[in-house]
């Protein structure tokens, strides 16, 4: 049988187990597109190819294999970029293909043409990129990108073909297709180093255990392990954004204290964790300058990053969590005494008071931002326990990943290292492909602005995302910080700083969703109740007060230095 370059590519990313891919339709891709038909793989075309990545991104954290992208002739690829960053500061595997101009227009000024110029600029973000030349050559080249993206440390890779090879017609039966190319093994951790960390944990008064976002691609076999590990230690447990419910259901105290524990621990494990600035960077005030530290993680350079590595172990998160729990349980017996864990509970409490504050805050109307994303999380976590959440802008960001709880793997996604605002309608829809999940997207209203098109697309494939946002007509985190540390330039006035309330909810009406604004904290739960039982995408458009920072935002504006509430009001008051 004939076929074109697109369907290889199609086939063999059947045989990697694809089941969708994200993608802006162009002329020189449409033989992949109809590849994928005719091998199964859905097909969602989205607004935005960036958006696509997000997408992708996302799927790819909650399922735990890669997500993909298809991407048209040169600014399609180019519109891949920020979100191919985003996805290699969180280490997730995404896969962009695309096409470039025939190889006889190379260099001719042909429309389109960049030459090779496509490849060096995705190059510098991914951690693999090539052109296809021969047509035959194509499930290769599809075969290693995956190898690629699930290595060590995983992360994006991109493909590119010129549009002759990919339209270029060849006899299926004399491709070869690759068998057995890549292997979901995990490494097992040295047991002398095993044996090693065991000891210290046992000897251990104080013991934390961070869980890192490189952990949801080793994770198997882990969640059993890590919940008896902490159960057997009474070991409270942090987890970063992508695994929180990983490795534990966070309505289990343990898996909600290790955060504010972090100061007063004496040994810390750290199991597939980077060790940077979400974590200060291993360092005082959130971390103990004291603590030993156990390093297990899959890529031999993450160890030692940023902190000393009293044991370093290099290791599948899940492969040595069960060697790590076996080990310990050889050692000693099941902890009884629960004076830490109630230590740990009690720190975190103090860590987390200053953001209990803004939960609890009755203001009145506008309602105080702090208050919704409560608001938002009690609904979530009380009635919708299962639902998926995608996180999404700056101080609308923190409020509600420090709130609402996890207790499945991937169900919270919210963005990485990078810091990316924008990505929230692209990961809701990842997340809906990924889990089959109704998902609550939160965002600000700064952030919901790159991607609004994306609620037409979420109409179109009957997706149930409910989108809610905490709207204070300003960007917010950037605002309220600059009120706090530019006082000169902030007395001369706001400058590229403020926004407009707008009515962000009918816009999802216009695109074939549900919408309401709402400005009572009373009517938030009824109102995201009523966009559920729409069954359609929706927007929840609250309005919020301004001038209320997250304790994040606090810090960020003023240095480090936590300000006084008296401060804190004069920062504010009105230039």
Known sequence: MLVDGGRLFARQLKREGVEQIFTVCGGQIMPVIYGCRAEGIKVIDVRHENAGVHAADAYARAAGRPGVVLATVTPGAMQTMQGVFEARAS?????????????????????????????????????????????????????????????????????????????????????????????????????????AAAQLLVEAERPVLVIGDAAVFTAEGGREAVTALSAHLRMPVCATAMARGLFGDEDDVLFRIGEGALCEADVIVTLAAAMNFRLNNGKPPLINENARFVQIHPDVRMIGFNCPADVGIVAGAGAAAGQLLEAVQKRTAKRQDDAWAKRAEALHAAYRAEWNEGYAADIGKPMHPGRLAAEVSKFLNEEAPDWSVAADGGDAYEWILRTVRARAPGQIVGYGANGTIGVGQGFAMGLWLARGKPVLEYTGDGSIGFYLGEFDTMARFGMRIICVVSNDAQWGMVKMAETMRSADEVKQGYIATTLVERRYEKIAEALGGYGEYVEDIKEVIPAIKRAYHSGKPSIINVRVADGYPCPFTVMYGCGGRPLTKEEIAAYYAKP
Not at 106 to 129: H, K, P, V, Y
Not at 148 to 161: I, K
């Open 91 to 195: 280490g997730s595997p995404v896969l962009v293909i695309s096409a470039s101009v025939g190889v006889d227009d190379f260099d001719t000024g042909a429309e389109q043409d960049m030459g090779m110029d496509t490849i060096a600029a995705l190059r510098g973000n991914t951690l693999w990129s090539a052109k296809i030349f021969e047509t035959e050559r194509i499930p290769e080249y599809v075969a290693k990108a995956f190898r690629q993206m699930l290595g060590a440390s995983p992360g994006p890779a991109y493909l590119e073909t010129p549009v002759n090879i990919m339209k270029a017609r060849v006899e299926m039966d004399g491709v070869r297709f690759p068998e057995k190319s890549r292997t979901s093994a995990q490494a097992f951790g040295d047991p002398a180093r095993i044996d």
